[in-house]
C-alpha cells in the first residue's frame, strides 16, 4: 500500500540516535492510532502493523456483523446489507475485516500525523540524550569544534551531539578553530526549554584528576588516592595524593619516570605547573609540603581560626608566594588553613633584594630602582622620598607606596 509521505521518511526516524527502533515503531503506532480515534471515534477494534525493516504499514478493522436495523454504533457494527456488497459470505454474527488505506484519512490528516510523528521522535531524541548525558557527569569526553564564538564554543561529540563549553570554563591559553579536537570534563546537564545542554570544562578538578586517572593506572586502579586539588587554570596547579600500598610511591608514581607521565598532562593544561604532594594529616608537614618548592623554617597553627604563621628565610619568601601570589593561595585552598608568610625573627638587619618583592611592586618600577643602583630594599629607603624623584621617573605617590611596602618588610 502507498504510504504518502508519512512512512517515506521511516528509514530517518530508525535511525535517529540513541533511539532503539522498537520505541520509534511504539511512536508510529500510537500516532496512527491517533488519527484512527479522531476519524472513526475509537481504535479499540483495530490492529496496527508496523514492518520494523521498512516501515510498512498496515492497518485493520474488525466490525461485528449485525441485522439490518440492529446496528447502534457503525464503528463497531455493520449492517448485513451493507455488508453484502462488500463480501457475499458474511453473515450476521461474523466479524468483517477489512484494511485501512492511509489514503483514507486525507492529506491534511497525514500531513499533520507526520508533523506529529517528527517532533515526537525529536522529543525522545532529546531525553536520551539528557539521560545519557547525565549519567556520565565527571567523565572526560573528547569531540570536535564546531563553532567558536566569543563567549563559548561549540563541540560536537562522536554521535554528533552538540556540547557547550563557555569561555569561562576554558583554560586562559586555549585557542580553538573549527575542527580541532578537544578534551574536556562533563560538568553539569540541564534542560533548557526541552533541550538538553551540556555544559563541558577544562578548568575544573574534576578534568584534572580524570587526566591523571588516564595517565596513571595506579590511580585508576585504586592503590593511589588523590585526596584533593586545587588549580588556577594555566596558571598552577596542587594534587595531593595518597597510597595505600607501602610499597608505592605516590608521588613518583604520579610523576612518572622522568616526568614522562606528568608532561602529558602539563601539555593538555597549556603548561600549567602541577605540583604532586603526599597526603598526610600532620597539618605542619602538610603546610610545609603544600608551599613546595619553599623551604621553611618553623610554623605556628591556630586550629581554631585554622591560621598559620609560617617563617622563612628571606630568599625563601618569594618562592612560598609564588608568582601572582599563586603558591600561597593554592597552598591555603588544598590544606584548609589560611597561610601567613613571614620572614624568620632574627633576619631584621638583613637586607632583602628589592626583586623578593616582585608580587607587590610592578616589575617597570623594580626596574627603574634598579637602574640608579637601588637593587635591595634598604638601598631604595637610604634615599629620601625628594631624591627619589629626582633620580627615576617615578611620580611622588608611587614613591610613597614602595617606601611604605619595603618599611612594613622591616617592621
Not at 456488497?85 to 475485516?97: C, H, K, N, Q, S
Not at 533541550?195 to 590511580?219: D, M, W
Not at 608580587?359 to 634598604?378: F, P, V, Y
Request: glycine share 6%; proline share 3%.
Amino acid at each position: 500500500m502507498s504510504n504518502i509521505n508519512l512512512i517515506d521518511s521511516f528509514q530517518e526516524f530508525k535511525e535517529f540516535k540513541n533511539i532503539d527502533r522498537p520505541t520509534v515503531i511504539s511512536v508510529l503506532e500510537e500516532v496512527f492510532r491517533s488519527m484512527l480515534r479522531k476519524k472513526y471515534g475509537t481504535d479499540e477494534n483495530c490492529d496496527v502493523i508496523v514492518n520494523p525493516d521498512n516501515g510498512d504499514l498496515e492497518i485493520w478493522r474488525t466490525r461485528k456483523v449485525m441485522e439490518d436495523g440492529f446496528s447502534e454504533d457503525d464503528d463497531l457494527e455493520i449492517e448485513l446489507a451493507e455488508v453484502k456488497l462488500l463480501d457475499a459470505d458474511m453473515e450476521v454474527g461474523d466479524d468483517y475485516i477489512e484494511q485501512i488505506t492511509l489514503e483514507s484519512f486525507g492529506r491534511r490528516a497525514i500531513l499533520a500525523a507526520r508533523q506529529t510523528l517528527v517532533s515526537k521522535v525529536l522529543e525522545l531524541e532529546k531525553d536520551e540524550i539528557f539521560k545519557k548525558y547525565k549519567d556520565r557527569v565527571g567523565e572526560i569526553v573528547t569531540g570536535e569544534v564546531y563553532q567558536v564564538w566569543k563567549k563559548e564554543t561549540l563541540v560536537l561529540d562522536d554521535e554528533g551531539n552538540e556540547l557547550m563549553m563557555p569561555k569561562t570554563e576554558q583554560i586562559p591559553a586555549d585557542y580553538f578553530k573549527k575542527g580541532d579536537t578537544v578534551r574536556a570534563v562533563i560538568l553539569k546537564v540541564d534542560m533548557v526549554n526541552a533541550t538538553p545542554k551540556i555544559i563541558i570544562s577544562r578548568i575544573a578538578p574534576e578534568f584534572l584528576q580524570r587526566l591523571f586517572e588516564i595517565e596513571v593506572p595506579e590511580i585508576f586502579d585504586g592503590l593511589i588516592t588523590i585526596k584533593k586539588i586545587v588549580r588556577e587554570p594555566g596558571e598552577r596547579a596542587k594534587v595531593a595524593v595518597e597510597s595505600y600500598d607501602d610499597r608505592i610511591d605516590p608521588v613518583g608514581a604520579c610523576v612518572g619516570m622522568k616526568g614522562s607521565r606528568i608532561h602529558g598532562i602539563v601539555r593538555e593544561l597549556k603548561n600549567e605547573n602541577i605540583d604532586v604532594i603526599n597526603f598526610t594529616n600532620n597539618i605542619s608537614l602538610y603546610i610545609t609540603r603544600a608551599l613546595s618548592p619553599a623551604k621553611i623554617t618553623s610554623i605556628k597553627l591556630d586550629d581554631e581560626t585554622k591560621h598559620a604563621s609560617v617563617y622563612l628565610k628571606p630568599d625563601q619568601v618569594s618562592l612560598a608566594i609564588g608568582r601572582g601570589g599563586h603558591n600561597i593561595k593554592l597552598a591555603g585552598k588544598l590544606t584548609g588553613y589560611e597561610i601567613d608568610v613571614y620572614r624568620e625573627a632574627g633576619e631584621e638587619d638583613e637586607d632583602v633584594d628589592i626583586e623578593e618583592f616582585s608580587d607587590e611592586i610592578d616589575s617597570w618600577i623594580i626596574d627603574e630602582l634598579k637602574a640608579i643602583g637601588c637593587d635591595t630594599a634598604k638601598s631604595v629607603l637610604a634615599l629620601s622620598i625628594d631624591e627619589l624623584v629626582k633620580r627615576t621617573d617615578l611620580e611622588e605617590e608611587t614613591i610613597k607606596e614602595v617606601m611604605s611596602i619595603l618599611k612594613s618588610e622591616f617592621e
